[in-house]
């Protein structure tokens, strides 16, 4: 999706290591999501925001972080807590109206090295 | 709880018609959406139901029954590039923004 930027497409990580997920938009929406998916799964969230400065748990927040200082981004720290970090890792935005689907962007693939 | 069940895999000819389903149980519905999804890309919307009866948008329609739980996709004149995953989400009451999703249906299309 053109307004919803993913960085960077592939990132390694070592052990003990914290890496951060950029996703950045100019669609103006005020929700976005963070999801993994993991081989052959569905969609899992981990976090989710509705407006700067505010965020929620997801399903499976443990070993991540957030932060909402800006309408635009919304990026994702996978610590060192998440013990299997191997996933493809997927931004989202929503706008207002029900009827709007969720936008995603291109999406980042993490691997351990 | 909330669920949604969709079959796992399916398989079809080229130039056939498709239908994949989905049940759900949610609490609350503000409605359904369908996205489709390529090996190794983003999931993209095909689709969007609030109201029962059939939507159609040129080679894929899709359906919902609320009071049955009930949609499905359905894909006509199927291309060998309609082989993707397709999955089915609830836009649920309780919050106007959080989808519930389902695992996906991976379609392989045959020639």
């Known amino acids: 999706d053109g307004g919803i930027t993913q960085s960077p497409k592939y990132l390694f990580r070592k052990e003990g290591q914290n890496v951060t997920l950029s996703c950045e938009q100019n669609?103006?929406?005020?929700?976005m999501y963070w999801y993994r998916q993991d081989p052959g799964q569905g969609l899992r969230l981990i976090y989710y925001s509705q407006i700067v400065n505010d965020f929620q748990k997801g399903d499976i927040a443990e070993g991540y972080s957030v932060s909402r200082e800006k309408k635009e981004s919304f990026p994702l720290t996978v610590t060192s807590a998440q013990k299997n970090p191997t996933a493809f890792y997927l931004c989202?935005?929503?706008?207002?109206?029900?009827?709007?689907?969720?936008?995603f962007g291109d999406g980042t693939r993490l691997s351990i090295l | 709880g909330q669920n949604i069940d969709q079959p796992t895999e399916m398989t079809a000819t080229e130039g056939a018609i498709v239908q994949i389903n989905c049940t759900y149980q949610?609490?609350?519905?503000?409605?359904l959406f369908w996205y489709q999804q390529h090996a190794g890309e983003a999931p993209t919307f095909l689709s969007y139901?609030?109201l029962d009866g059939l939507e159609e948008k040129g080679r894929f329609s899709s359906f919902l029954s609320r009071s049955k739980g009930y949609s499905y996709l359905l894909l006509k004149e199927l291309q060998m590039k309609d082989s993707a995953s397709y999955l089915c989400a609830v836009l649920n009451a309780g919050n106007n923004r959080k989808l519930i999703w389902g695992l996906g249906t991976s379609l392989g299309v045959n020639p």
């Open positions: 139901n609030v």
């Open positions: 989202a935005t929503k706008g207002q109206d029900r009827s709007q689907p969720q936008h």
């Open positions: 949610t609490s609350g519905f503000n409605g």
């Open positions: 669609l103006n929406h005020d929700a």
